[in-house]
């Protein structure tokens, strides 16, 4: 193996021995309260939305454009979950589609500005956000509602294989499904020329603006699977649920793409990412530090990220 | 016609290489006061490399620089030529169009300007007096992108003018360097910029026009200066010149260049029909390309040409236009990539960078974009049918590289276009459509892509090359058709396809233009 080959593999696999570690050291200070089965299941589990909102933003990221309106797609189609599961009764068969197709709307109307009116993704996507969130605050009253049909629960939190709520299945399940997108089809490369050459891509003939509007469309639509799930998991809807997340998941999906395939949004270092990050905040908790250590992590990593890749890209021209 | 004055420039033995090239070699160069001096040369003559040497974007190998016979340190340190009474007029003009005339002429003026304070009431009478003094009508407060092509460029040369007088540190009215101003602007706009330029050199400004316009060039300098091949074939008092003997200095007593291309012989097949075709710059222009035959396209700059290969494959939109290939009849004005493609068009073009390659892909991405959902149907991606597809490629095109696992960034430009030929070839096109397909290519490439293409004509596909190198169109083109102002002026082909008569097509006086 080639020393080059080499510092290729530990580039790919570096955020895992990273992970590892951290693991190691909190293991170390506190072994009979962080390195149980009880408390890394408790993180598979509560943490698979975060994995699935960042798993949304891959797919954008991918075609070069922002969804910041993903973690108030979350909020309001948990809201709209919650009010017509509690209040008006509505079985989940029928309510699954609706959120659905309510989050592949707002991917259309993402898409359609941006393409349309030739707006920056980040601002049409952070407009169409909050104007989400008022909207949730509205139909809500601002209240958390409760009282989701148990059924919900039992498919996401309750429901267990190896210890580990159903819920973290899902999320590797639909990174395995982007996974496979982006490695073995061809969509998964026109979203990749669309990204990182729009004008070559164009010029041969990809579609450019149909994938960037699918790719919204995407990204709506797993927010609102995200939604589902976060009901789910609490059994409520909360108004500010998603609020927290849109950072975590920037952060966990620029950090992803240092990993597995360093210099590509990828699914597994998504995933990966997350899971390194809320093992930190996590050892972090159990070691007496307060709420506070969440954004200094958070915010913290996201920086990191973008630092390293620049870093990697900047190694690449420099070996030109 | 001895100026006894001190010139207001003297270049003495400029020398400048990139990379072993010498882009010019002992260059000298003298500009008198109130004179209006042109420069004059082909693409590469090393033109470019005196001006960027003169704004302080290239250091020097060797030579010396006097402005008004005091000596000037080079390198010029970027952002002080202004200093020593030198400004720039680029051809894109520097102006910000969303902002207003106002706010772009005083841009950048930060010696007289009070970076805490600026008056605007000062500043726009300011500028009306000085747009009434160069007698311009331009309104201070309208926006750039509402101004006219010419209004533009009367407005950056004034505000190049004005740059240089408010730093005339010794006294003198300073030089404005003006680099291919015209070739966008209609004729009457043409005569309006040389007004203006006469009454600037009145005050004792000099000028330094560069232009690849010989008519242009004998309307308004007072002498002319020509470089070929990095060196400086002569100075010319312009009236006492013949436009001949101009030519003749540009273009240089030729040696024949191996011309490599094969006769054009019968081929089986449909001749292609370009009809009616408009775009920004070309207004009803017809052609038509025999199969295995080589269509050179060339032009001055601004002429047109390049735009042809981007309308015929939908890359940019036509006005109006149709393509007929055999039974296939094409409207330009609805063409997209897509169409193109599977009419077995390909277009190569002239931006590697951005529209060739995406640069940090790896070379199998690249290769393989076209075929998918084409030859390679269905969903599934096989990857190692992919690398092996294109390390084919990168063997019959002799791409030197790595692994086709590499991104694409790490090759050599020579390397990157015959990627970029493999990626397009492999799909058997019936027309290639070609953009300056060497540019900033070594010979040793530029060699291989050439044979590539003659191959590709010996197989009975038609190719159309738009390039700027007549070296080029000598070598490969069956026939030429020389662009001047949207229009073919010429056509060329057979044996009189030569470096020089394609040089005379392109710099003859062109009916279009009067001379004042």
Redesign the interface.
């Known amino acids: 193996m080639r020393l080059s080959e080499l510092s290729y593999q530990a580039e790919r696999f570096g955020l895992v021995v990273v992970w590892i570690a951290v693991i190691a050291v909190f293991g170390a200070m506190r072994p009979d309260t962080f390195l149980t089965w009880s408390n890394f299941s408790t993180i598979f589990g509560s943490e698979a939305v975060l994995v699935i909102v960042t798993l949304g933003l891959v797919i954008p990221l991918t075609a070069g454009d922002f969804d910041l309106s993903i973690a108030q797609t979350l909020t309001f189609t948990s809201m709209l979950t919650a009010i017509m599961s509690a209040k008006m009764g509505i079985p989940l068969v029928f309510i699954i589609p609706v959120v659905l197709a309510v989050g592949a709307l707002i991917g259309v109307v993402n898409g359609t500005i941006t393409l349309y009116f030739r707006v920056h993704s980040l601002i049409v996507t952070l407009g169409v956000g909050t104007f989400l969130h008022g909207v949730t605050l509205w139909v809500s009253d601002s209240q958390t509602i409760g009282g989701v049909s148990s059924a919900l629960m039992q498919y996401v939190i309750i429901q267990r294989f190896f210890g580990i709520p159903i819920s973290f299945y899902y999320a590797i399940g639909l990174a395995a499904v982007i996974w496979y997108v982006l490695?073995?089809?061809?969509?998964?490369?026109?979203l990749?020329?669309t990204g990182?050459?729009r004008?070559?891509?164009?010029?041969?003939?990809?579609?450019v603006g149909r994938v960037r509007l699918l790719s919204f469309v995407a990204s709506g639509m797993i927010g609102a699977i995200a939604g589902l799930l976060y009901t789910g998991t609490t059994g409520s809807a909360n108004p500010s649920s998603g609020t927290m997340l849109l950072l975590p998941a920037f952060a966990a999906a620029f950090l992803g793409a240092t990993c597995i395939k360093p210099?590509r949004f990828n699914a597994w270092g998504s995933v990966i990412a997350v899971y390194f990050l809320v093992t930190g905040i996590n050892g972090l908790s159990v070691l007496g530090f307060r709420t506070f250590v969440q954004d200094l992590f958070y915010g913290g990593a996201l920086i990191v990220a973008v630092m390293v890749s620049q870093l990697i890209?900047g190694r690449?021209?420099r070996?030109? | 016609m001895i100026n006894a004055t001190i010139p207001r420039l003297a270049i003495k033995g400029l020398t400048k290489s990139f990379g072993g090239v010498r882009a010019l070699s002992r260059a000298d160069l003298t500009v008198h006061p109130a004179e209006i001096h042109g420069l004059l040369g082909k693409n590469g003559s090393g033109k470019s490399t005196l001006i960027k040497i003169l704004s302080g974007y290239h250091a020097p190998d060797e030579g010396a620089l006097e402005i008004d016979g005091r000596s000037v340190p080079l390198p010029m340190p970027a952002g002080k030529s202004e200093m020593h009474g030198l400004a720039f007029v680029h051809q894109n003009l520097g102006l910000l169009a969303d902002a207003t005339v106002l706010e772009n002429l005083i841009a950048g003026d930060h010696e007289r300007l009070n970076p805490w304070r600026i008056n605007w009431r000062a500043e726009a009478a300011r500028a009306r007096a000085l747009f009434d003094e160069n007698h311009l009508s331009l309104d201070p407060g309208a926006v750039v992108a509402d101004l006219s092509p010419v209004k533009r460029a009367q407005l950056a040369i004034v505000r190049a003018a004005d740059r240089v007088r408010a730093h005339q540190s010794h006294g003198s009215a300073g030089l404005l360097v003006l680099d291919e101003p015209t070739p966008f602007l209609p004729m009457d706009d043409v005569s309006e910029l040389f007004a203006m330029m006469r009454r600037l050199t009145a005050r004792g400004v000099a000028i330094i026009f560069v232009s690849h316009d010989i008519d242009e060039v004998m309307e308004v300098t007072d002498r002319a200066t020509v470089l070929r091949d990095g060196h400086v074939i002569g100075s010319f008092v312009t009236a006492e010149t013949a436009r001949g003997q101009i030519v003749e200095a540009i273009v240089g007593r030729s040696m024949t260049t191996d011309r490599i291309v094969p006769a054009l012989a019968p081929a089986s097949g449909f001749t292609i029909r370009v009809e009616s075709l408009s775009g920004q710059t070309v207004r009803d222009v017809e052609m038509s390309v025999a199969p295995g035959e080589i269509l050179g396209l060339t032009g001055l700059i601004g002429s047109g040409y390049d735009e042809v290969p981007y309308l015929l494959?939908g890359?940019s939109p036509a006005r109006s236009g149709q393509l007929a290939m055999g039974d296939a009849r094409h409207d330009l004005t609805r063409m997209?990539?897509?169409i193109a493609?599977d009419a077995a068009i390909a277009?190569i073009?002239a931006?590697r960078q951005?529209?060739?390659?995406?640069?940090?892909?790896t070379l199998t991405?690249?290769v393989t974009?076209?075929l998918?959902?084409r030859r390679l149907s269905g969903?599934?991606?096989n990857?190692r049918l992919l690398a092996r597809e294109t390390a084919a490629i990168m063997t019959r095109f002799a791409v030197k590289a790595e692994a086709p696992g590499q991104?694409a960034?790490?090759l050599s430009g020579g390397n990157q276009q015959k990627l970029v030929l493999g990626?397009w070839l492999q799909l058997g096109p019936r027309l290639v459509l070609l953009d300056e397909p060497t540019q900033g290519i070594d010979v040793g490439a530029r060699r291989e892509i050439y044979e590539r293409i003659i191959e590709l004509c010996a197989a009975g596909a038609s190719v159309i090359c738009a390039t700027s190198e007549f070296e080029q169109l000598e070598m490969i083109a069956h026939r030429v058709l020389v662009f001047d102002r949207g229009r073919i002026k010429a056509e060329l082909s057979g044996s009189n396809v030569t470096k020089s008569a394609i040089a005379e097509a392109c710099y003859q006086e062109s009916g279009f233009h009067a001379t004042v």
């Open positions: 490695e073995f089809t061809s969509f998964g490369q026109q990749l020329f990182r050459g004008e070559v891509g164009r010029l041969t003939g990809v579609a210099g890209s690449k021209e070996t030109l | 494959s890359a997209t990539p897509t493609i277009l073009p931006d951005k529209a060739g390659l995406a640069l940090d892909l991405e690249n974009l076209p998918l959902g969903a599934l991606i990857h991104t960034s790490e990626k």
